[in-house]
T-cell receptor
Framework: DVKVTQSSRYLVKRTGEKVFLECVQD?????MFWYRQDPGLGLRLIYF???????EKGDIPEGYSVSREKKERFSLILESASTNQTSMYLC????????????FGNGTRLTVT | DAKTTQPNSMESNEEEPVHLPCNHS???????IHWYRQLPSQGPEYVIH???SNVNNRMASLAIAEDRKSSTLILHRATLRDAAVYYC??????????????FGTGTLLAVQP
């Protein structure tokens, strides 16, 4: 079974802190994604990556950056956390192609105080 | 970007069939229709996908309208474990290695014993 592991289940950070959310997948997938999920807004795509060192902005990239130095790892970075970034963050991976399903981790619930 | 429209919520009784509708009137010819579901406190999980023909797997069936502007996820016998948020998504194919899933807010399915 594909496993997508997010490093933390719950995280509490202060406003202005630099925050790293880590995601690792074990199936050699080319594509990796970061979404955030908020009540009433569903899942929104922040960034995705289709290869090592390659990235593309999703629908809401402002305030975030990403890093993909190795194929199995995709990091989401909040350069200066703000309270409006309090959310559930979900990482996913998939092979290339529109028929390929996404495999999600169980999420990191980030609270910025 | 192609969007989907789903009812906010539906109810079903245990062991009865459930038909979850989705409208995607702006679908293009190369977009695949994917369904995911999200159980409480978990990341979304893949259910099924299709392009033009109806599809069956061990979890569900997918019925796609002839004009592809709508589809229906069919759970043949609902169980309490099927209570979840169901997302209908178009996997947009930009060509090459990149493609992304755009999620809406989904349908919250309640299953009554």
């Amino acid at each position: 079974d594909v496993k997508v592991t997010q490093s933390s289940r719950y995280l509490v950070k202060r406003t202005g802190e630099k925050v790293f959310l880590e995601c690792v997948q074990d199936m050699d997938h080319e594509n990796m994604f970061w979404y955030r999920q908020d009540p009433g807004l569903g899942l929104r795509l922040i960034y995705f990556s289709y290869d090592v060192k390659m990235k593309e902005k999703g629908d809401i990239p402002e305030g975030y950056s990403v890093s993909r130095e190795k194929k199995e790892r995709f990091s989401l970075i909040l350069e200066s956390a703000s309270t409006n970034q309090t959310s559930m963050y979900l990482c996913a991976s998939s092979p290339p192609g529109p028929r390929s399903p996404l495999h999600f981790g169980n999420g990191t619930r980030l609270t910025v105080t | 970007d192609a969007k989907t429209t789903q009812p906010n919520s539906m109810e079903s009784n245990e062991e009865e069939p459930v038909h979850l509708p989705c409208n995607h009137s702006t679908i293009s010819g190369t977009d695949y229709i994917h369904w995911y579901r999200q159980l409480p406190s978990q990341g979304p999980e893949y259910v099924i996908h299709g392009l033009t023909s109806n599809v069956n797997n061990r979890m569900a069936s997918l019925a796609i309208a002839e004009d592809r502007k709508s589809s229906t996820l069919i759970l043949h016998r609902a169980t309490l474990r099927d209570a979840a948020v169901y997302y209908c998504i178009l996997r947009v194919n930009y060509g090459g290695a990149t493609n992304k899933l755009i999620f809406g807010t989904g349908t919250l399915l309640a299953v009554q014993p």
